[in-house]
């Protein structure tokens, strides 16, 4: 949906619609949508410059970065955005901090689609897990931990750190 900034009415523009994106739009390779992307947008202008406030809500599907399990990922994100027009881009150097976060826009058209794609994306944890708390998979026969113990029996020793237990077991004394 692309915005035209020249016909923009002068109370701004309200728009409430439901977005459909391929999962492979996403910037996590595994995600997919379990629904269409809900989305409530205020988009607003004031000379060049063009206010965008929104909300983001769907449901995606994320595979653990531990258990491999998948799980639902529930997505309610806000934003607030300034843009300007791209021939502002080459005085960004003069703005201040307060400004460092502003985007363009070109030709005087903001696709909303894009911009609501990033949002979304931005709102991913770097790691995804199904819980914070997910102990991944046994070591030895694969099993996920969350599920139940499996009997095996893990010794982790790393030969390197063998002169270090010199050092625990002084500490003992």
Request: a negative charge.
């Amino acid at each position: 949906m692309i915005i035209d900034i020249d016909k923009l009415p002068k109370d701004g523009l309200d728009i409430s619609r439901n977005f459909d994106f391929p999962s492979v739009d996403l910037v996590e390779e595994d995600a997919v949508f379990l629904q269409p992307v809900q989305a409530e947008l205020s988009v607003k202008r004031m000379e060049e410059e063009v206010f965008i406030k929104g909300r983001v809500k769907t449901v995606l599907r994320f595979t653990c970065g531990r258990c491999l399990a998948p799980f639902e990922f529930p997505v309610d994100s806000r934003f607030d955005l300034v843009f300007l027009p791209e021939e502002m881009q080459e005085l960004k150097e003069e703005f201040d901090d307060e400004d460092a976060d502003r985007l363009f826009y070109r030709s005087r058209r903001i696709d909303l689609r894009e911009v609501i794609l990033e949002q979304l994306n931005l709102t991913f944890p770097a790691r995804p897990l199904c819980s914070p708390g997910c102990e991944g998979l046994c070591a030895v026969c694969g099993k996920i931990r969350r599920e139940g113990a499996c009997g095996c029996q893990v010794k982790e020793t790393d030969v390197r750190l063998e002169p270090l237990k010199i050092l625990r077991k002084d500490k003992g004394k």
